[in-house]
């Protein structure tokens, strides 16, 4: 059985908790303030999931999430995830988290900036542009689902959506890929970190929030992106 360890229990962690357990996967599951206050969740998600404190669950994990927002002051378990497949779901909001110089001036993506956080993990940017939040119903009732949910279909449907992927850590991005397609996404591999601008936020491929794209489609919009963006 696999274990995920997913720091970070807001809108994205618990549903990234949600429809990993329906996959087949056990999760732990941390925020900052301590596993007493997740209790309520782990009711929601029952028996294959556990609440823990961050550095329990990056120690329980075969491989690791983080549903958190990047700031350079984050203090990361860094020993009980080395060696680890760290995904980073992050995106770069100004409004949110303020600015950071070398990601505005095209030096570095955020998810450069997190390897450097986690020198000895293998990072891998996933999950950024696909909704982990209910909305508001826009044409049917099934609108209002998270659309990682929404969007989800088996391996082969003719509507199954793409995700992007990016790291600098090959077997990081086959892990990710797997992960999608038990999930009910394929992958677009997007590799290195440092071309992961391409799926920014404000980039074309960014702007489908709502019906997804496919794998062609979502190779042509990542193309398109250009910087800088706009
Ligand atoms: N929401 C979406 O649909 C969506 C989609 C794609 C990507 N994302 C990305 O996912 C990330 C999380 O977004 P969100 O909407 O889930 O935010 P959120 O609802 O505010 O949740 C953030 C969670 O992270 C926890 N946390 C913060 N610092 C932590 C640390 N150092 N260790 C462990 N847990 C920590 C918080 O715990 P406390 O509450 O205890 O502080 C909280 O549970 C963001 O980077 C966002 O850009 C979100």
């Known amino acids: 059985m696999t274990t995920i360890g997913i720091l970070g229990a807001g809108q994205a962690?618990?549903?990234?908790?949600?429809?990993?357990?329906?996959?087949?996967?056990?999760?732990?599951?941390?925020?900052?303030?301590?596993?007493?206050?997740?209790?309520?969740?782990?009711?929601?998600?029952?028996?294959?999931?556990?609440?823990?404190?961050?550095?329990?669950?990056?120690?329980?994990?075969?491989?690791?999430?983080?549903?958190?927002?990047?700031?350079?002051?984050?203090?990361?378990?860094?020993?009980?995830?080395?060696?680890?497949?760290?995904?980073d779901n992050n995106n770069y909001m100004v409004w949110r988290d303020g600015h950071f110089p070398e990601v505005d001036a095209d030096l570095k993506t955020i998810h450069e900036l997190r390897q450097e956080q986690l020198p000895t993990s293998k990072v891998v940017k996933a999950f950024t542009h696909i909704q982990f939040h209910e909305r508001f119903q826009?044409?049917?009732?099934?609108?209002?689902?998270?659309?990682?949910?929404?969007?989800?279909?088996?391996?082969?449907?003719?509507?199954?959506?793409?995700?992007?992927?990016s790291s600098d850590h090959p077997e990081a991005v086959e892990l990710v890929t797997r992960y999608y397609d038990d999930l009910g996404f394929d992958a677009v591999d997007?590799?290195?970190?440092?071309?992961?601008?391409?799926?920014?936020?404000?980039?074309?491929?960014?702007?489908?929030?709502?019906?997804g794209q496919s794998r062609e489609e979502l190779i042509r919009n990542l193309q398109r992106a250009e910087r800088p963006l706009g």
């Open 138 to 165: 826009i044409r049917f009732p099934s609108d209002t689902l998270p659309a990682v949910i929404r969007l989800a279909r088996p391996a082969g449907a003719p509507d199954r959506k793409a995700l992007v992927v």
């Open 13 to 87: 962690g618990s549903t990234l908790a949600r429809v990993s357990i329906a996959a087949g996967y056990d999760v732990v599951i941390a925020n900052s303030r301590g596993p007493e206050t997740l209790m309520g969740l782990i009711g929601e998600l029952g028996h294959r999931a556990r609440a823990a404190t961050a550095a329990d669950a990056a120690a329980a994990a075969d491989f690791a999430v983080t549903a958190f927002p990047y700031s350079p002051s984050d203090h990361l378990p860094v020993d009980e995830l080395a060696g680890k497949v760290v995904i």
């Open 190 to 211: 997007n590799s290195p970190l440092a071309e992961s601008w391409r799926s920014a936020p404000g980039t074309p491929m960014w702007r489908h929030h709502v019906d």
